[in-house]
């Protein structure tokens, strides 16, 4: 038995899980860069494509790394927003923000501190987004993290003037046994 793990785990099948990655990456990786992504989205547009841009790696473990995450996402609206077009929503491009690249203590534990110091970056790139006209959905977090994201949504919502923008939104994972409550509470 061992000898068979063994060539299966040789170059051949690393060859092919090599291949198999560059394959998925490029099909659902449009750039290593916002500038790439834009670019190569161009020809997806075209055949109707929408696309929410997502930065990837994020989860930031110091307040310097926030403030990058922080950086990069306002840079990336810039730069979203310059190459949107004049299509209505919601069929413009957007980008997925991750409430974890915005706060090194985002847990349950720290929720007043999260809150209190989380929320204005929030809502200035909500606003910024809203100035563009594009979409922005705060992307899903780990299970544990869902309260405490609910709670950011719901602050956000009672601080933040909606009007006139539809652009807004955040991403539920359906697979979760609560995401019925989930939908509920949002549409509440």
Partial sequence: MAGMVKRLGGPAVRQATRQAMRF???????????????????????????HSYDMLGE?????????????????AIEKIGRKAGNKKLPDR??????????????HPLQRERVLEELLPKVAALAEQ??????????????AERLELSLD????????????????????????????LAVIEHVDA
């Fill in 24 to 50: 998925l990456g490029r099909h659902f990786v449009l750039g290593e860069n916002i500038e790439d992504a834009l670019e190569r989205a161009r020809a997806y547009e075209s055949k109707g494509y929408r």
């Fill in 59 to 75: 989860g930031a473990r110091t307040m310097e790394d926030a403030e990058r995450y922080y950086r990069s996402y306002a840079g």
């Fill in 93 to 106: 491009p957007g980008i997925s923000v991750k409430l974890s690249a915005l706060h090194p203590r985002y």
């Fill in 129 to 142: 987004a809203r100035g563009y006209d594009l979409n922005l959905t705060i992307d899903a977090e780990e």
């Fill in 152 to 179: 950011v949504i719901d602050a956000l919502v009672k601080r933040f003037d909606f009007k006139g923008w539809e652009g807004f939104g955040l991403a539920i994972q359906a697979y979760q046994k609560r995401s």
